[in-house]
């Protein structure tokens, strides 16, 4: 078992910024690959990004890439998603999860083992 828990959203003006944080516990953090999904109210669940466990191998969606950044710490248990150029659709709860296949990045959310409560960013025009 694996417990996740987010935090760092908020309120934040277009073109702001704002750093997601992903702490687990529970089993060996650096078994794990990590992603962030993302869920706009009234829409499905959205890949934003995803790291690999030795945070050599990252992958960003197309509607995120060149403004977002994840990095990890394994000896913090920490998944990190540095937002940056913030736009009023970024606007959802972020998501983070972890895949017990530590060398994949998996786009799909059916792929992913354990899931944190959320963290709602909202960004105000």
């Known amino acids: 078992q694996v417990q996740l828990v987010e935090s760092g959203g908020g309120l934040v003006q277009a073109g702001g910024s704002l750093r997601l944080s992903c702490v687990a516990s529970g089993r060996t953090f650096s078994n794990y690959a990590m992603g962030w999904f993302r869920q706009a109210p009234g829409k499905g669940r959205e890949f934003v990004s995803g790291?690999?466990?030795?945070?050599?191998?990252?992958y960003y969606a197309d509607s995120v890439k060149g403004r977002f950044t994840i990095s990890r710490d394994n000896a913090k248990n920490t998944v990190y998603l540095q937002m940056n150029s913030l736009k009023p659709e970024d606007t959802a709860v972020y998501y983070c999860?972890?895949?017990?296949?530590?060398?994949?990045?998996?786009?799909?959310?059916?792929?992913?083992?354990?899931w944190g409560q959320g963290t709602q960013v909202t960004v105000s025009s």
């Open positions: 999860a972890v895949v017990s296949r530590p060398w994949v990045i998996f786009t799909t959310s059916s792929e992913y083992d354990y």
């Open positions: 790291i690999s466990w030795s945070g050599g191998l990252t």
